[in-house]
T-cell receptor, first 111, second 115 residues
Framework: EDKVVQSPLSLVVHEGDTVTLNCSYE??????LLWYKQEKKAPTFLFML????IEKKSGRLSSILDKKELFSILNITATQTGDSAIYLC???????????FGDGTTLTVKP | KAGVTQTPRYLIKTRGQQVTLSCSPI?????VSWYQQTPGQGLQFLFE???????NKGNFPGRFSGRQFSNSRSEMNVSTLELGDSALYLC??????????????FGPGTRLLVL
């Protein structure tokens, strides 16, 4: 059965700090790994990673995938209170086309 | 473009009843996936519909079913509701099949409470 594990489960930092969120996966016929940010509503898409070693970047957020070691990290620099959310990681396979989600990392950024 | 819409947004039902939830994908998107999110189990895949056909299915009992119409709108039905069905039900749409490297866009969800 496919499995995605995120760590840490929760994290409290202060504004301006840099955080690294981890996601390890065991997904049969792996195709891509996705990161989402979920506040008080539905998850919003952040990144989709398919190739190992290529960093995706959007503003203060960046993510990279290591297909050999089966993990990904999401990095947030110069955190702001608006970054407070649950960050979800999902592994997607090709055969079933379904996404297996991790339990999420709850990030709290204090002013 | 309008985003993914789901109706109703909130619903209260009692055990044994059935419920139908609706999802309208982003215009032009042909794939709709359904997920159940609970505090204990996280986000779990229910099924995916593409071109009116169920293409993929998660590990949920047969009480959970769905369908997709020719305009790509999808409905999800849960029969004989149980207390454990209380959850946020999310649908996500994408242009093509979710497995084909397509980004999914989530709707706001329907929060179902079963009493």
């Amino acid at each position: 059965e496919d499995k995605v594990v995120q760590s840490p489960l929760s994290l409290v930092v202060h504004e301006g700090d840099t955080v690294t969120l981890n996601c390890s996966y065991e997904v049969t016929n792996f195709r891509s790994l996705l990161w989402y940010k979920q506040e008080k509503k539905a998850p919003t898409f952040l990144f989709m990673l398919t190739s190992s070693g290529i960093e995706k970047k959007s503003g203060r957020l960046s993510s990279i995938l290591d297909k050999k070691e089966l993990f990904s990290i999401l990095n947030i620099t110069a955190t702001q209170t608006g970054d407070s959310a649950i960050y979800l990681c999902a592994g997607r396979n090709t055969n079933a086309g379904k996404s297996t989600f991790g339990d999420g990392t709850t990030l709290t950024v204090k002013p | 473009k309008a985003g993914v819409t789901q109706t109703p947004r909130y619903l209260i039902k009692t055990r044994g009843q059935q419920v139908t939830l609706s999802c309208s994908p982003i215009s032009g998107h042909r794939s709709v996936s359904w997920y159940q999110q609970t505090p204990g189990q996280g986000l779990q895949f229910l099924f995916e519909y593409f071109s009116e056909t169920q293409r993929n299915k998660g590990n949920f009992p047969g009480r959970f079913s769905g369908r997709q119409f020719s305009n790509s709108r999808s409905e999800m039905n849960v029969s004989t509701l149980e207390l454990g069905d209380s959850a946020l039900y999310l649908c996500a749409s994408s242009l093509g099949l979710a497995g084909d490297m397509e980004t999914q866009y989530f709707g706001p969800g329907t929060r179902l409470l079963v009493l």
